[in-house]
C-alpha cells in the first residue's frame, strides 16, 4: 500500500499523464498513467508537479525588517548597508527569529523548501548566527536552510580589524554555520579584496567548507574579484564547492576580457547566483542615460556550462521593500532582464529557481525520481513557461509525502455580458 499516489501530473521536463508512488517520505515509482492502492490519491489534472523551488541566496537576518529604523532614501546598496548598520544594535534576537520564522511560513506556502541565507558574522557577539541556528533548528521539519558566514563589513575593512573579524567568522563555523562567505569588492582596495578572497578560500579549504562570496556587486568593469575567486578554486582543490553571488561587474566588462574570464570560471567548476528583483534596482545608480542593467551575464555563463541560479536575496529590508518569497517572481523577472525569452531559455529560467540552486546546495534526494525525497509543488499551470507567464499558485505543497500547505485554485469571476462567467487567464 503507497501512501500517496499522484496521477495525472505533467512533469517539468514535458511528460504528462504520469504518476508519482510514495512510500516511507520517498518516490518509489514514476510512470505513465500508474494506478495502485494508495491511503491518498491525489488527481492533478494535467497541471505541472514540480521539485520545490530553492533560493540559494538570501538574507534572512534582515528579512521583514523594512522601515526599522527608517527607510532607505536613496535606494542604493551603499545606503542599504549603512542603514544594516544602523539597525543591528537595535536587533534582539527573539524579534530576529520571529521574523525569520514568519519568513519561513511565507517560503513553504509558496512551495519554497530550502533556502541558502547568509548571515552577518561582524558582530562580535554573534547573535543574528544563534539566532538563526535556532531557526534552523525550528524549521528542519519542513524547510532546510543552509547558513553562510558572511563578514559584511569586510573581514579586512571591519572596523574591529581583521583579526577579531576572521575570529568572528571562523566561531561561527564552529557553531554550525555551513559555508564560507566574503565581499571583496567592499574592501578598502583591490589587493585587500584579492587577500580576503584567498584567506576565506583557504579557511574553506582547511575545515572542508563551500565557499560562497558576494563577489563583485559594483557598476565597476575593473571588479574582478571573480578571478581571483576561480583562481583560488583550483590553487585549493575547491572546484564544485564555490559560488560567485551576484557578479554584477560582469555586465559592465568588456567582452574580451569577459570571452577570457568564462572559460576560467567553467574550469573552475564555480557557480553562479545572480539576484534578479534587487540587482536590477540597485545597479546603475550613478548611470544617466544609457542606464546599465547590471545582472550578470546569465546566459552566456549557462552557454559557458555555469552552473547558474536565480536567488531572491532580500524581502522587506534595508535593500527591497518587496518581495514576498516567489521564486517565480524572481525567475520571471531574471527571463527579463537577461532576454531569455525563447521557450528553451525560459525553461532554463525555471531551472535556475529548482535544479540548478538545488546543485549549489548539494540537496540530497531532489528531484522527481525513484528514490528521491517526496518533495514537490504542484502548480496551477500546465507547464514551466505558463507557471512563469502566472507566477502560478501553488496548489499543494508536499514534504516527504506530507501535505504542508495548500490553497484555493484561483479564478476571477466575470460580470460581463455575452462572456464567461469565471476566466484562469489561460488561453
Ligand atoms: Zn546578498
Redesign the pocket.
Known amino acids: 500500500m503507497l501512501d500517496l499516489l499522484v496521477v495525472n501530473a505533467t512533469l517539468p521536463d514535458g511528460r504528462q499523464n504520469m504518476s508519482v508512488a510514495v512510500r516511507d517520505g520517498k518516490i518509489v515509482e514514476v510512470a505513465e498513467g500508474l494506478h495502485a492502492p494508495a491511503q491518498e490519491v491525489l488527481d492533478a489534472q494535467g497541471q505541472l508537479l514540480s521539485p520545490p523551488f530553492v533560493d540559494a541566496?538570501?538574507?534572512m537576518d534582515a528579512t521583514l525588517s523594512y522601515g526599522l529604523p527608517r527607510v532607505n532614501q536613496s535606494g542604493t546598496l551603499l545606503e542599504g548597508i549603512a542603514l544594516w548598520g544602523e539597525l543591528k544594535p537595535l536587533l534582539t534576537q527573539e524579534a530576529l527569529m520571529d521574523r525569520a520564522v514568519t519568513y519561513c511560513d511565507w517560503a513553504v506556502a509558496k512551495g519554497l523548501l530550502a533556502i541558502r541565507t547568509?548571515v552577518d558574522v561582524c558582530d562580535p557577539r554573534l547573535m543574528a548566527v544563534e539566532a538563526l541556528l535556532e531557526v534552523k533548528k525550528q524549521v528542519a521539519p519542513y524547510i532546510e536552510l543552509q547558513l553562510v558566514a558572511?563578514p559584511q563589513d569586510g573581514v579586512l575593512r571591519g572596523s574591529q580589524g581583521p583579526q577579531q573579524h576572521m575570529d568572528n567568522l571562523t566561531r561561527a563555523l564552529d557553531m554550525g554555520v555551513d559555508v564560507v562567505g566574503g565581499i571583496p569588492h567592499f574592501e578598502r582596495t583591490m589587493a585587500d579584496g584579492a587577500s580576503s578572497v584567498r584567506l576565506l578560500c583557504e579557511v574553506a579549504a582547511e575545515r572542508g567548507l563551500q565557499v560562497d562570496m558576494?563577489c563583485d556587486?559594483s557598476d565597476d568593469p575593473m571588479s574582478r574579484h571573480v578571478e581571483t575567486l576561480a583562481f583560488e578554486t583550483r590553487r585549493l582543490g575547491l572546484q564544485g564547492r564555490v559560488t560567485g553571488?551576484?557578479l554584477t561587474s560582469m555586465h559592465s566588462m568588456d567582452n574580451y576580457y569577459v570571452s577570457k574570464l568564462l572559460p576560467l570560471m567553467a574550469e573552475a567548476q564555480m557557480h553562479v547566483v545572480a539576484?534578479p528583483l534587487?540587482n536590477i534596482t540597485l545597479q546603475g545608480r550613478h548611470d544617466t542615460y544609457p542606464k546599465r542593467r547590471g545582472m550578470t551575464r546569465v546566459p552566456e555563463l549557462m552557454a559557458a556550462g555555469v552552473n547558474v541560479a536565480f536567488?531572491h536575496?532580500?524581502v522587506m529590508d534595508p535593500?527591497y521593500s518587496l518581495g514576498s518569497a516567489d521564486m517565480l517572481e524572481v525567475a520571471h523577472m531574471g527571463l527579463h532582464v537577461a532576454q531569455m525569452t525563447s521557450q528553451a531559455a525560459m525553461r532554463q529560467c525555471f531551472d535556475a529557481i529548482t535544479v540548478n540552486p538545488a546543485r549549489i546546495l548539494g540537496l540530497p534526494g531532489y528531484g522527481l525520481a525513484v528514490g528521491c525525497n517526496a518533495d514537490f509543488v504542484l502548480l496551477q499551470a500546465r507547464d514551466p513557461v505558463e507557471a512563469l507567464r502566472l507566477r502560478a499558485n501553488r496548489l499543494k505543497v508536499f514534504r516527504r509525502g506530507r501535505l504542508l500547505a495548500w490553497s484555493e485554485p484561483a479564478q476571477s469571476t466575470l460580470c460581463i455580458a455575452g462572456r464567461p462567467g469565471k476566466t484562469l487567464l489561460q488561453p
Open positions: 541566496h538570501f538574507h547568509h558572511f558576494h556587486e553571488s551576484h539576484n534587487i536567488g536575496d532580500c535593500w
